[in-house]
């Protein structure tokens, strides 16, 4: 079955009827309203529900409706302001108006007492409700011409369809089709329209079309490869580079290739005389535990700052239990008792034992200090270490069960995070008045301003301090020995001393050309 | 000197002259070094951890040990093998609990002892700096400590204001609070410069240490060839 789309409410319609049967009910109604005398010759107000009251004026909408209906040369018009054809309705009118009840005729929908005339004179209410309803209506007379048009216009499609769906008219389409006596759904809802159709086009300006045409030419050139502008190969900053580079290997190389008579080491360094001290009151073969927590990059910094202080303690028979919490500690340790730099020869297992690596970072490092032989059973060679077949620990760590059994605690290390991390987990036994364990660090010179602060609070959770060179230098004067620190401390003295010139030099060019260059000008304008 | 000595020493060697080629700029040679490191490295660590820490600790005491190591040692083989499901998207949220755990420990170690190692320990020694009791009972020399401690005392102050943004009033014109903020924040200048020349000197130390050390070894392998021919 073909179907149009209503031209007044967009629904869709059978072909044979150019309007659906809602529009047709309400133009009926319109037409009826207007030409009963009733209506359309009194001078009172007829909205939808006081229809029927005398009192009240007629609305604006429904003159103008009028005036346009009865006006032949004008179309009509509905009152979504549609234009009606005059002639159409004349021809389809009659018809229509047999089949379908008039709100005139059949008006329960605006209101079921008081729409219909008939159904009103005739009774079918009961008085006391028509009383009711005529007080109520002739009290809001006033009230009412006072009301805004425009939203009694909007709810006429509203009560059109009321009308439309009363009590006894027949639905023809959809699944109730046949049916009588629906209610109508919400209009929203139930409204049915066609979409209508929009253009694809934008609608833009020519300045805008510009700017389009704009941004798309920079994206395009975005993705295109352009050659880059060639520099050249040997920039001021290559030439500043060489020329430091050079000034301070000539240093290093004329320190270390034509050695002179050596440099005197720094006379005292606080840190390095403690250590020095501590060292002294140790009992003969004392328990020392050796943490190496350092990279290879460091190495001969680390070296000749530990070497003159592990040269005094196994001078005063020392015995080491070597531990890291860095995988390349391990083999930096052995490294270190084994490439001959320094004056005694350790045996491993006997003097000294490498428990190695300890996993888990601070948790690992507390599980360590909680207990030692539960941690690292086992040393870096596989040898059970706590236990052995004898049923005995092994000589190193003979009457160690605890970490505050140790006479000393050695740190190396070179990062600050790992240096902060002992001091943290180690500070509680270290500062507690029972135990004689002391906690020295040998470091980096870079990690100086770090571990500084914990050697000069009190009380003193880090008991001794020897950083970098210097301080390996000012303990290798303090136990009278010069050996690894002193291949160093030539070059050293002269490459600082360079260095400082350097910034030095560099500061005032930076400074003073420029100054000098802007007064000579000053005078060549003047002149 | 050994073949093993020799052969090391050379490889050194080369590899010391491919890093100081950075001079030149950025260039290949620098970057097998730099690549080469990072590969020996890593595979030197996981090599130590595989033999000093996964066998000995994880599956010796299952294979070797009694009945209740075999059953604790089965705890971190499973938590273990939890965490490696977290390669998998799908199963990733099974490794969920053993990092929560690692997590957790972790954080409460560093935690517990960031506030009982440094920062409870470092508020008392500052309040100590100027007690005279305490300084007598560590120290002999009184007046210096005393002078360290007021100096460390105003640098401390002098940063703190330094650092002090917020704003005290909305008024266009600043207060006498205000002005004495910025007055102080300025003493606080000088110290934080002297604290970053500080870093600077000792990076400086620490890189020029190494520098020597590279050149000593350079010398030292060039004498022992000469040694070696003559």
Redesign the interface.
């Known amino acids: 079955m073909d179907e149009i789309n209503c031209p007044l409410c967009g629904k869709p319609n059978p072909v044979e009827n150019k309007y659906c049967e809602y529009c047709l009910g309400y133009l009926e109604n319109e037409e009826s309203s207007i030409k009963d005398p009733e209506f359309s010759d009194s001078d009172e107000n007829q909205d939808g529900l006081g229809g029927h009251s005398s009192e009240v004026e007629k609305p604006e909408w429904l003159s103008s409706q009028e005036g346009s209906i009865s006006s032949e040369s004008e179309p009509a018009q509905d009152d979504l302001g549609l234009a009606l054809p005059a002639a159409d309705t004349s021809d389809w009118m009659p018809g229509s108006s047999k089949e379908e009840p008039s709100m005139q005729d059949e008006d329960p929908a605006v209101s079921p007492f008081v729409g219909g005339g008939e159904g009103t004179e005739s009774g079918e209410i009961p008085s006391w409700l028509n009383d009711a309803l005529v007080e109520e209506s002739s009290s809001e007379g006033d009230d009412i011409e006072d009301t805004p048009e425009i939203p009694r216009e909007q709810d006429q499609p509203d009560e059109q369809e009321k009308i439309q769906k009363t009590p006894g008219s027949l639905e023809s389409a959809g699944p109730l089709a046949g049916l009588t006596g629906l209610l109508s759904a919400e209009p929203g809802v139930a409204r049915i329209r066609k979409p209508g159709a929009y253009s694809t086009k934008v609608r833009i300006s020519e300045n805008q079309q510009e700017h389009v045409e704009l941004l798309q030419g920079l994206l395009e050139d975005e993705g295109q490869p352009k050659p880059l502008p060639r520099k050249s190969p040997i920039s001021q900053q ?1 030439i500043l ?2 020329g430091i ?1 050079i000034v ?2 000539l240093a ?2 004329w320190s ?2 034509l050695p002179n008579e050596q440099s005197a080491f720094p006379v005292y360094d606080e840190g390095s005389a403690e250590l020095n001290r501590l060292v002294n009151q140790l009992p003969e073969e004392a328990k020392i535990l050796v943490g190496f927590d350092y990279e290879p ?5 680390l070296d ?1 700052a530990a070497a003159p202080v592990f040269n005094h303690l196994m001078n005063q028979g020392a015995v080491f239990t070597l531990i890291s919490t860095s ?2 500690g ?2 930096l340790a052995e490294r270190f008792f084994q490439a001959g730099k320094l004056e005694y020869e350790y045996i491993s297992g006997l003097e000294y034992i490498n428990l ?2 300890i ?5 690992g490092l ?1 599980s360590f200090i909680e207990n030692p032989s539960g941690t690292t ?2 040393s ?1 060679d ?1 040898v059970a270490v706590w236990e052995t077949e004898t049923g005995e620990p092994i000589p190193p760590v003979i009457g160690i069960e605890l970490i505050s059994d140790y006479e000393m605690i050695v740190l190396l290390v ?1 990062d600050p995070d790992l240096a ?2 002992w ?6 036994i270290i ?1 507690n008045p029972q135990t004689l364990t002391s906690l020295v660090l040998i470091t ?6 770090v571990v500084r ?2 050697y ?6 880090v008991n001794g301090l020897v950083v ?3 301080g390996g230098a000012s303990y290798s004067r303090l136990i009278g020995g010069d050996q690894l620190p002193g ?2 401390w030539d ?2 003295g002269m ?2 001393f360079v ?1 400082a010139l350097l910034i030095l030099v560099g500061g005032l060019g930076y400074y003073v050309v420029p100054e000098l260059s802007r007064t000579v000008r000053g005078e060549e304008k003047v002149d | 000197m050994g073949w093993a000595d020799w052969i090391g020493a050379l490889f050194g060697f080369v590899l010391t002259l491919l890093v100081f080629s950075y ?3 950025d260039n290949p040679l620098f970057r097998i070094t730099l690549h080469l490191f990072i590969g020996v ?1 890593a595979g ?2 996981a090599t ?2 595989i ?3 996964i066998f ?2 994880m599956f010796a005491p299952l294979l070797s040990g009694q009945g209740s190591e075999q059953i604790l040692a089965l705890v971190p083989i499973i938590l273990s093998g939890l965490l490696v499901t977290k390669i998998s998207p799908r199963f990733a949220f099974l490794g969920n609990f053993p990092m929560a755990y690692i997590v957790g ?2 954080a409460a ?2 935690i517990g ?2 506030v ?3 920062l409870i ?2 508020t ?2 500052s309040m ?1 700096l100027l007690d005279v009791q ?2 007598q ?2 120290d002999a020399q009184l007046g210096l400590r005393m002078v ?1 401690g007021i100096i460390i005392l105003i640098g401390t102050l002098t940063t703190l204001a330094y650092f002090q943004f917020s704003s005290l009033s909305n008024l266009t014109e600043k207060t006498q609070l205000q002005t004495w903020i910025e007055a102080l924040g300025q003493i606080g200048q000088v110290f934080v410069a002297i ?1 970053f020349g ?2 600077f ?6 890189a ?9 070894f350079v ?1 030292d392998f060039f004498k022992s060839i000469i040694d070696l021919v003559i």
Request: charged residues 10%; neutral net charge; aromatic residues 10%.
């Open positions: 290559h580079r060489w580079a301070l290997l290093i190389f270390i290739l990059g460091l190495v001969d910094e000749s995988p390349n391990p083999v190695g690596y996993p888990g970072g601070a948790a507390i059973p086992y870096i596989g070179d902060r991390i001091i943290e987990q180690l500070s509680p500062t980096s010179a870079q990690l100086e301003p602060p914990y000069e609070s009190l009380p003193q959770p970098g060179l210097r291949k160093f070059a050293f490459g600082t260095a | 001079l030149i700029g490295s030197f660590a130590v951890v033999y000093n820490v000995p600790r420990v972790s170690a560093a002892g960031a009982l190692g440094t320990p470092q008392l020694a100590n305490a300084i009972a560590f360290n604290t500080f870093l000197a000792g990076v400086f130390n620490a020029l240490t190494a520098l020597i050390g590279r050149v000593v010398v």
